[in-house]
């Protein structure tokens, strides 16, 4: 039983493809991530995501970014401009739950700032599953917390928002609605299972919470570490601060950026099905485990450049290398939500106006527009006892 890390840029993108490579980040988290998509394989996997993918129906994203994202933000931002500051993370989280929760399906009834904070526990809740891999103590009470928060989300927030879809889909079913009056979101997509396949009704609760999972803590990071790398470029490059304040596609440049260097997810994790031949050379087995490190991949001299390890908005790289990396994975689990936290890449010649930019670089927009600044009598602290970098508290000025 060995461990394989891969870290050079093309082995990594080469393992992240192999398909006798099976997930397995989450093993040690099956009380929340059991049958969910990103822990499927093979022929489930392939048919869950296509089910799943029914909801990138033509102009999804041009739905989301100028409906369902403008009016979140703006209630966000109306919370905290009055009081002159607000604290990145939490900005972040309250953003980030809104949205996810509306592309997963889980209705928010109240609207309340009570109602939001709930969630929020809930999800840190379910979190803890993700981590589980690398908790040292007894794990079976963490595993109990996990079943109760569950259970809580179902009854609070998953059994209304089923009930309300289904009833939906039942006039729909019946011509009584159209499609267009149908709600665009995952728990629709997986209550209609179009495709008939096999979801029992527990795997839907997990998934439609994982969704919540997948998108909100990862994009809350990304936000965070993007505002900071604009706020240090911005500092000490006056004629970016600039352009960081009025060219929408340099932010999203500057969001890519901070994308490579800071990858929420910084390994993926996989076992053999079979005896495997790894791009780096090593013969793996079942039993075997391969730690793709999408962290070290990113910062690459060979493909990102002598100053990889540093953060540079103008970096230029060959129209073959994404310029986020791996950070949203590749091969069968590569990142569904890709698209709407990253956008499209920008070319030459692209339209200001009409371009796809995600939310991280959207959310960023609006808080630059508001004038965000780091509040130089509360410095931002770094998370301390975990794996990975990141942001405990980011404190800003506002207007
Ligand atoms: C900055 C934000 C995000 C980052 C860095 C990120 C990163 C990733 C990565 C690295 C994977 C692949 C995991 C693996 O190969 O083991 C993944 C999978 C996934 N992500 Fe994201 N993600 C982000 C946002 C989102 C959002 C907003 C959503 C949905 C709304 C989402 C939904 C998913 C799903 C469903 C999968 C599993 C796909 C599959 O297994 O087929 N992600 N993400």
Same mark, same amino acid.
């Given at each position: 039983?060995?461990?394989?890390?891969?870290?050079?840029?093309?082995?990594?993108?080469?393992?992240?493809?192999?398909?006798?490579?099976?997930?397995?980040l989450y093993?040690?988290g099956?009380v929340m991530f059991?049958?969910v998509l990103v822990t499927?394989?093979?022929?489930?996997?392939?048919?869950?995501?296509?089910?799943?993918?029914?909801?990138?129906?033509?102009?999804?994203?041009?739905?989301?970014?100028?409906?369902?994202?403008?009016?979140?933000?703006?209630?966000?931002?109306?919370?905290?401009?009055?009081?002159?500051?607000?604290?990145?993370?939490?900005?972040?989280r309250?953003?980030m739950l809104?949205l996810t929760a509306?592309f997963a399906?889980i209705?928010?009834?109240?609207?309340?700032?009570?109602?939001?904070?709930?969630m929020l526990?809930l999800l840190q809740g379910m979190a803890a599953a993700a981590t589980l891999?690398?908790?040292?103590?007894?794990?079976?009470?963490?595993?109990?917390?996990v079943?109760?928060t569950i259970?809580?989300f179902?009854?609070?927030?998953? &059994?209304?928002?089923? !009930?309300?879809?289904? %009833?939906?889909?039942?006039?729909? =079913?019946? @011509? $009584?609605?159209?499609? +267009?009056?149908?709600?665009?979101?995952i728990?629709?997509?997986?209550?209609?299972?179009?495709?008939?396949?096999?979801?029992?009704?527990?795997?839907?609760v997990r998934e439609t919470a994982f969704y919540y999972l997948a998108g909100a803590h990862t994009s809350v990071h990304?936000?965070?570490?993007?505002?900071?790398?604009?706020?240090?470029?911005?500092?000490?490059?006056?004629?970016?601060?600039?352009?960081?304040?009025?060219?929408?596609?340099?932010?999203?440049?500057?969001?890519?950026?901070?994308?490579?260097?800071?990858?929420s997810s910084?390994?993926?994790?996989?076992?053999?099905?079979?005896?495997?031949?790894?791009?780096?050379?090593?013969?793996?087995?079942?039993?075997? &485990?391969?730690?793709? !490190?999408?962290?070290? %991949?990113?910062?690459?001299?060979? =493909?990102? @450049? $002598?100053?990889?390890? +540093?953060?540079?908005?103008?970096?230029?790289?060959?129209?073959?290398?994404?310029?986020?990396?791996?950070?949203?994975?590749?091969?069968?689990?590569?990142c569904l939500g890709?698209?709407?936290?990253?956008?499209?890449?920008?070319?030459?010649?692209?339209?200001?106006?009409?371009?796809?930019?995600?939310?991280?670089?959207?959310?960023?927009?609006?808080?630059?527009?508001?004038?965000?600044?780091?509040?130089?009598?509360?410095?931002?602290?770094?998370?301390?006892?975990?794996?990975?970098?990141?942001?405990?508290?980011?404190?800003?000025?506002?207007?």
């Open positions: 039983m060995s461990t394989i890390k891969v870290t050079g840029y093309h082995e990594a993108n080469q393992t992240l493809a192999l398909r006798d490579l099976e997930q397995s093993d040690e099956k059991q049958d499927l394989h093979g022929e489930a996997h392939r048919r869950r995501r296509l089910l799943e993918m029914k909801i990138f129906k033509k102009d999804f994203f041009n739905y989301y970014e100028k409906e369902v994202l403008p009016p979140v933000v703006e209630r966000t931002l109306a919370r905290f401009l009055p009081t002159g500051r607000a604290e990145l993370m939490d900005f972040g309250r953003t809104d509306d399906g209705d928010r009834p109240l609207g309340t700032d009570e109602e939001r904070n709930d526990r891999g690398q908790f040292d103590g007894d794990r079976e009470p963490v595993k109990e917390s079943r109760q259970r809580e179902d009854e609070r927030f998953f &059994t209304p928002s089923a !009930s309300r879809r289904q %009833a939906l889909l039942d006039r729909f =079913n019946a @011509g $009584e609605i159209s499609e +267009s009056e149908l709600p665009r979101d728990l629709t997509v997986l209550l209609r299972n179009e495709d008939a396949i096999e979801l029992p009704r527990d795997m839907i990304s936000l965070t570490h993007s505002m900071h790398e604009m706020f240090q470029w911005g500092a000490s490059h006056p004629e970016d601060a600039e352009r960081i304040r009025r060219d929408p596609l340099f932010v999203q440049r500057c969001v890519h950026e901070s994308m490579r260097l800071h990858p910084p390994i993926a994790q996989r076992k053999p099905v079979c005896p495997v031949h790894l791009p780096t050379g090593d013969e793996v087995k079942e039993g075997d &485990t391969v730690v793709i !490190s999408l962290f070290e %991949a990113n910062r690459q001299a060979a =493909n990102f @450049g $002598e100053d990889a390890a +540093s953060f540079n908005p103008h970096r230029q790289l060959p129209g073959t290398l994404p310029p986020y990396g791996l950070t949203f994975g590749v091969g069968i689990h590569t890709r698209s709407l936290a990253a956008g499209d890449v920008a070319k030459a010649g692209t339209d200001p106006e009409t371009h796809q930019y995600g939310t991280v670089t959207l959310i960023a927009r609006a808080l630059i527009a508001a004038n965000a600044r780091p509040d130089p009598d509360h410095p931002p602290q770094r998370e301390a006892n975990i794996a990975r970098e990141a942001w405990a508290t980011y404190p800003v000025l506002l207007g």
